[in-house]
């Protein structure tokens, strides 16, 4: 599938971005310049101001989008009404890893009381019923994209398409890669997740917004401060008024217990202790205990790799 217009904004490089584009000659290639350094989230909005068409799909520079990309996008925009709509990814260059995000809008919004539920390089908008309010704050350096959700929820339908359709490269130069820039994104996904657990009526004390930070960040919340978790999810499963959360509680069930087994497979490694505390927490957040979730965690424990036929749980 074609796109209609193909806009490249150049921030101020100092390399040969723009002749490379320029020399490129397609009719369907425009090519905005700024003159000093404006920064991502400007770019975009220019970008965003700039386009003559109802769908945007967004892309970083040195990613790579696959062939089906916007074909299977805009097949899913035509049959549905979801009008902000990502894909799974694969992370390519300094790792080699599969980014899989939650398909539905309501593990979506439950989601986004955490951190991005999207692979930001692969979204696509429906650019006339979400209005100005796709632009980017320019005000924020990093992190912009999760408090564009964020902002959204409230008029959006969300999506996500279970299939790789793009390439992510990482490497030590990336945005998020760099110290500096890795610490303003944080107070970024801190500040917007305090500000979507607030809005829904939700006053958590220290311990617990400490707890929530750890979790999509490292290092995780040590063992002992893990009750502070289970407190935050269950302020908000047990809230009597449904209609001030950001999620359905059913959505919110499930993605706080998948948040509760990752945070608890993960501390399971050499630590015995783990297994009691995780059964507790599964109880009071009302879940099952899954059997083969005890298994991994109790290999893990004792640090015992769990086999299959063609893989190996650590």
Known sequence: MKASEILVADDASEDDTAEIIESIGSPLIRLIRAESRQ??????????????????????????????????????????????????????????????????????????????????????????????????????????????????????????IAMVTLHWRLHEKNAGSDPSSLRLQNQTVSRVRSRIWRES???????????????????LPLLSKSEHLVSAFRKALLRSESTMLWAPRSALKTVFLE????????????????????????????????????????????RIPLRFDNAVVL
């Not at 769908?55 to 979801?82: C, E, K």
């Not at 919004?109 to 930001?120: E, H, M, T």
């Not at 009302?286 to 893990?300: C, E, V």
């Open 39 to 160: 920064g991502i989230s400007a770019n975009c909005n220019e970008m965003i101001r700039q386009a003559k068409c109802r769908y945007l799909a967004r892309m970083d520079a040195d990613d790579i989008a696959l062939p089906d990309r916007f074909r299977l996008q805009m097949d899913r925009f035509r049959s549905s009404d979801v009008t902000i709509l990502g894909t799974w990814a694969r992370r390519m260059g300094a790792a080699d890893t599969l980014h899989a995000t939650p398909e539905s809008d309501a593990e979506i919004r439950a989601s986004l009381g955490f951190s991005s539920p999207f692979v930001n390089p692969t979204v696509m908008f429906d650019r006339v019923p979400l209005g100005d309010d796709i632009l980017y704050d320019p005000d924020i350096p990093f992190g912009a994209d999760y408090d564009q959700f964020a902002r959204l929820r409230h008029r959006a339908k969300f999506g996500n």
């Open 201 to 219: 009526g939700f006053q958590l004390d220290e311990a617990e917004e400490d707890a929530l930070d750890r979790l999509v960040r490292l290092p």
């Open 259 to 302: 948040q509760w087994n990752y945070y608890c497979q993960v501390r399971a490694w050499g630590n015995i202790r783990v297994l009691p505390v995780w059964r507790k927490g599964v109880r009071e957040l009302g879940g099952r205990a899954s059997l083969f979730d005890f298994s991994k965690m109790a290999l893990k424990a004792v």
